[in-house]
């Protein structure tokens, strides 16, 4: 037997340098894509706070659930903003639903906090 039939031909596919407008639209859409989670999470926050108010509130009724709730449906949201705003989302995968819903969960966190502390 031969050595060459025991080596294995890697195929590599050739890098393909981006343009900087390519470079400049990718990182245009990373931007748009945590605006929108960030966003989400302000508005979740906001929501939560006028729905629910003080959830430690003597009435009886644990409510706080809901504010998760909430934001799970302003993460699922998220999805149908990015059609709107006619983003590619379909090339997203589970790191980037991973960082979108820390995003909108670290806002709708903090400006659900500062509203009840006012």
């Excluded at 596919?13 to 929108?36: A, C, L, N, S």
């Excluded at 006028?50 to 409510?63: A, K, L, N």
């Amino acid at each position: 037997m031969s050595e060459g039939s025991n080596t294995e031909e890697k195929t590599t596919e050739p890098e393909v340098k981006k343009t900087p407008i390519d470079k400049m639209q990718g990182h245009r859409e990373r931007m748009t894509r945590t605006g929108v989670a960030c966003f989400m999470g302000l508005a979740t926050g906001i929501i939560s706070y006028i729905v629910i108010g003080d959830p430690t509130s003597p009435t009886g009724e644990p409510r706080s659930i809901l504010g998760l709730l909430l934001l799970l449906a302003g993460i699922v949201f998220q999805k149908h903003v990015l059609i709107v705003m006619r983003i590619d989302y379909s090339k997203l995968g589970g790191k980037d639903w991973f960082y979108q819903g820390f995003m909108a969960f670290a806002f709708w966190f903090i400006s659900w906090t500062i509203l009840l502390t006012l």
